[in-house]
């Protein structure tokens, strides 16, 4: 693989706080050096980016449960790429590498930083959702919270996103009936019959709250939250006496100006209900395990993914406002110099 070291590549940074929705001149492109590895370090090809839901959380004045960024910083995100030159034992040139690399072209890291990844098993794009952080995700929340039994109903929100639709999977692997909520007809199709769910229920309907009742006739066990706001107000009702909540984000409050105030919190404690934020970096110990389950259940065609990929390092500022909105399936991707 060996290239000439580039000399300039592009990265995107961080311009503007938003008010509410973000919008593109919160982003700026911009033309730096490439930084060359020194001892112990790589130089990485980053190929496909990750957009996530958190970075908004991110782009705050306050702290939340990681730190803000600064004006200027290169925006954060998980990439998958190549090693081009390496001074690392451990690492050659040509091999593909996961990290939190950031919104560029080029990265440069330490092993520390990096988890070797096998482009034979699966796809390389895999391993930013269902094989990688992401799918861990599902399997912490849901297993080490949600702690969901066989016959149990487990109710999943954002249920055709990237968490989401990994959440069902793993629910229906432990022999629980796996409800989900998306937004749209076709979302809810995806859900059945993609990713195996036994129901899904379209949020945007005008009888969205009967038709949840209607789905869990039995209640719900496990209620898996990637939203909140109204959609948790909604659920609370139909929970079963000690369910459990594990809260993985509330994407339908992040571009909110004025915070929803829950108006069924009473059913938390009546039903003796547990509700577990929970954020995946204190829970790396739980990594081997969660991986290992995940790759296992892809190996043998029961975890199905997918994907929504935006073409050039330019568009991912769109690409996340979009998928703030909603408008992509599964996991949203960019591939930095594009098709």
């Not at 952080?133 to 969901?148: E, I, K, N, R």
């Not at 929100?157 to 022999?175: D, E």
Request: charged content about 20%.
């Amino acid at each position: 693989m060996t290239q000439t070291p580039p000399t300039r590549q592009r990265q995107i940074v961080y311009a503007r706080r938003p008010q509410g929705v973000p919008t593109t001149d919160c982003f700026q492109l911009v033309q730096v050096p490439v930084v060359r590895p020194g001892p112990g370090q790589v130089l990485v090809r980053n190929d496909v980016l990750s957009v996530d839901p958190y970075i908004r959380m991110r782009m705050e004045e306050k702290d939340s449960y990681a730190p803000v960024m600064a004006i200027g910083d290169v925006l954060v995100g998980r990439t998958v790429g190549q090693v081009l030159e390496s001074r690392a034992d451990g690492f050659a040139e040509g091999d593909w590498v996961v990290g939190r690399l950031g919104w560029q072209d080029y990265s440069v890291a330490g092993p520390g930083e990096l988890q070797k990844i096998d482009v034979a098993l699966a796809p390389a794009t895999a391993y930013l959702g269902a094989l990688g952080s992401t799918g861990v995700t599902a399997w912490v929340g849901l297993m080490a919270f949600g702690q969901p039994k066989a016959g149990q109903t487990v109710l999943v929100s954002a249920a055709s996103g990237a968490v989401g639709s990994v959440v069902g999977q793993l629910a229906r692997l432990k022999g629980c009936r796996a409800v989900g909520i998306a937004g749209g007809a076709s979302k809810c199709a995806l859900v059945k019959e993609t990713h195996g769910f036994d129901d899904c229920v379209d949020y945007k309907a005008p009888d969205f709250a009967q038709a949840l009742a209607r789905a869990v006739p039995q209640g719900v066990d496990v209620y898996f939250d990637n939203v909140g706001g109204p959609i948790l107000d909604a659920v609370l009702p139909l929970l079963n006496n000690f369910a459990r909540i594990p809260l993985c984000g509330l994407v339908s409050q992040y571009n909110e100006t004025e915070p929803y105030r829950v108006k069924n919190l009473r059913e938390i404690f009546n039903r003796r209900v547990t509700l577990r934020g929970f954020v995946l970096s204190d829970h790396r110990d739980l990594w081997p395990e969660a991986t290992r389950e995940l790759i296992e259940a892809y190996r043998s065609g029961q975890l199905q993914y997918r994907e929504t990929i935006a073409e050039g390092l330019e568009n991912a500022p769109q690409a996340f406002i979009d998928m703030l909105a909603g408008a992509n399936v599964g996991k949203q991707l960019v591939r930095v110099r594009g098709a």
